[in-house]
């Protein structure tokens, strides 16, 4: 019990995180269907059944959200809400499935405990790698992406960074355009277009 | 027949087709090992390498080099969390999770000799119902592939019995995703936004490998921890455990490889949903469907023992009536052509021999990748224990090269990072990401079987028997899993109070 207030904070965040997805797919489902509107009858009558049925199934995921948030707890307080969930199928099993992801839930235990500020170095990364390889093709950002990022984050010495690199980028060279002649991402910068 | 069956074992046995299968198997390795460079790709790139070979050694080389992708492709997906192809995403639910506890050994082991027990029950099923499945085939109309196609996204449902709603949501925006593109009945683009590279749908090579392959990037990115992380075990010797494991849950694996069989034989309907259909089965069966997603190996053998199973099953339509159910087959049908031969009675007849050396092909090349894989697998499942940000730039390549090389398309690399972007929203907010990538999948041969069906049969195809038997398959799929999910709430209250 002395836990319990930390941790209503992810819960809480996990919780507004479900609000802001369902809603956002709420959002895609009605647009969705309001496109189907200037399509023939035979065109539009798949993506209406289905964005008609995920409508329906998202509004029952939001009045099941709505329970957790406003209902269940208000009536039981914090700490016995899950018990009050049980009342309610999806809630139960959603709290059931927070518990009972196996593997996934490695992966969301980490995601959540991320700070900010790890989030955006990974992100800087990311957007390095693949801003370069757009810019300058996949062959090029390679061996510099894979240098930086084993000396900045791997602390990894050059000896293995210049392995890596022949290991990669050059056996990917000998395969893709040696051998195979498939061509590999080129850069706007040196595409020629 | 016994003959046949003979004369088609000594034609593969012969130098000439041995050392081409042998080709075939190490070009197959190798490509299949890289994400997205699947079988079809490999295949089509060889095509032309057989002109002029005789039709034996035509098989041979190309099907001993679809077969093995298939099985290699499991590898990156157990180590790694990227599936090869979308055929390959059931590997990951349990073959990945055992790599990140630290037993990619006994994954890998158990993954490789459930791929040689499916392969051999996929040859024998191809043998078996060479004479009889020209009706069984042909009894199978839009009507019942549309109904098939439902059944898959039911036991997908299933599967996510703890969040079954967020699963249907999941699988009917995954349906949507698959109606990008061009609506193949009248020619309308939909949901394209007048982007030119969207009017032919998205592909799938890219959303799976987004799907599954992102967040694993992501997560070790963030965590800076190895694969296996701190898992208690670091079991790498544990390859023999695997492969003992298959024949411990021989009812598993034979289930999955009848199932991939069955479901093989079905033109269109393929892969993507006998995996997910086995892997559901499974857990049905289960003693401890608990572990699931978790690294059970009852899981892995699932998806494994289905995976090669059901290329023999996709043969028997190619051979028996000249429909090839997946692009490996209809490359494979090109090769029929150009080797001159002509699918249909003949290869029941005249050409018996060949039809028996395909059989053939299948259980000697795994055979030959078991035996090829086995010292591979300790050193692969090392890897599991390198430290994460060194096997982060290889992985990056891994899903850049994957999503790339399907169509050589930058915009498939976008295609990916979206998709990445949703798994990792579907991870934090716990979200499943199974049913969008099958209703992705699926979603182009559903619209296509209920079009058909209404155009031909109005409303009545609902009456055909097979339709009828289907449909209770699913009320029956339906009912089970709301008793099962009331009965554990209903214990967990017990256990609660």
Redesign the interface.
Known sequence: MTNAPMATKPQKR?EL??WI?TLA?LG??IA?YV?TFN??A??AF??EL??I??IL??L??LA?LAWTTFGGRAALGGASA??AA?SN??V???A???E?????D???K???R?DRR??AE?MG??VM??GG??LVG?LVI?PV??IA??RV??K?PWR?CII?VIG?AGV?YA??ELF?H????EGILFSGE | MFDAAMTGLLDVLSPHSMGLMLIGILIGF?VGVLPG?GGPVAMA?MLPFTFGMEPIHVFAFLLGMKVVTSTTGDITAVLFGIPGEATSAATVLDG??MA?KGQAGRALGAVLMSSLVGAIIGAVVLALSIPIIRPIVLAFGPPEFFMLTVVGLIFMASL???????G??MG??G??IA?IGI?P??G?P??VFGQLELWEGLGLVPIVIGLFGG??I??L????ESIA?KAVSRNIDGVWQGMLDTFRHWKVVAWAGAIGSAIGVIPGVGGSVSQFIAYGQAKQMSKTP??F???SIEGLLAAGGNNNAKDGGSLVPMIAIGLPGSVSTAILLNAFLISGLNPGPEMLTTHLDVTFSMVWIMIIANIIVVILALPLLKPLARLTFT?G??L???L??LT??GA??EN?S?FD?WVM?GAAAVG??C?????PRVPLLLGAVLGDL??RY??LSTSLYGWSWIQRPLVILLGMIIVAILFKTVWD?RK??RR??EV?A
């Not at chain 1, 498939?182 to 991402?185: F, G, T, W």
């Not at chain 2, 996510?160 to 967020?166: A, E, F, I, T, Y």
């Open positions: 996990a995180g479900d997805f797919l895609v489902m969705a496109m399509w023939p035979s065109t798949f993506p289905l964005s049925a995920g199934f998202l029952m995921k099941s899950s018990k049980h199928g999806e139960a099993l959603a059931e499935g927070d009972d992801q196996g593997n996934e490695e992966f969301h980490v995601f959540a991320a790890t989030w990974v990364w990311v790698f693949f390889m757009y996949l390679l992406f894979i990022y084993l984050v791997a990894a293995v890596y990669t990917m395969v893709f195979l498939l061509p590999l991402p | 190798v460079i790139l990945h999770p990140r996510s019995r703890g969040q079954m709603l967020k249907m949501i009917c925006a349906l949507l109606l609506d009945q009248a309308v939909r949901y967040p694993e992501v997560q990115m963030l965590s800076k992380g608990e572990e997603g978790k690294g430290e940000p060194i982060v730039p290889f990056l390549v850049v090269l790339y090389a050589n930058m690399v990072l990792i929203v991870l934090r907010f716990n979200w559903c619209e209920l079009f999910v554990s709430i967990s209250s609660r």
